[in-house]
């Protein structure tokens, strides 16, 4: 369960990613409302055992990488269609880039983190 609620949350955040850039005036007020409520959700039902998504430590940050690469290239893809972030997430700033980098040095480090846990057990 936990596993639809963020994967929900995802192509939820890539629909409002989408609207910032191709749709000026549109009010992200209630996607962003709906957004928190989605990852509450899977953070509740990540807490318990019966719902939480099964997932080793080291394909949890591989998963990682690959959601933040994806919404890197998506910011990149909209950008060079023509669309402006009206929020500022425009891949011409150094910010994006160094919140990108941070969430890849932190991946990397949680997956070699449990590859070493994995080979010593």
């Known amino acids: 369960m936990e596993k639809y609620t963020a994967i929900l949350a995802y192509l939820l955040f890539i629909f409002i990613l989408y609207l910032d850039f191709f749709k000026e005036g549109v ?10 409520a989605l990852v509450i959700v899977s953070t509740v039902l990540a807490r318990n055992e019966k719902f939480a998504w099964k997932i080793s430590k ?7 990488i ?11 893809a909209f950008y060079w269609m023509g669309g402006r972030s009206q929020h500022g997430i425009n891949p011409t700033g150094y910010a994006v880039w160094i919140v990108y980098v941070i969430s890849l040095f932190q991946a990397f480090k949680e997956m070699k983190k449990a590859k070493k846990s994995a080979q010593t057990t």
Request: no cysteine; charged share 5%.
């Open 58 to 64: 080291s394909k949890f940050a591989f998963l990682s």
């Open 66 to 76: 690959v959601e933040a690469t994806i919404l890197m290239l998506l910011t990149i």
């Open 27 to 36: 009010s992200l007020f209630l996607p962003l409302i709906i957004l928190v």
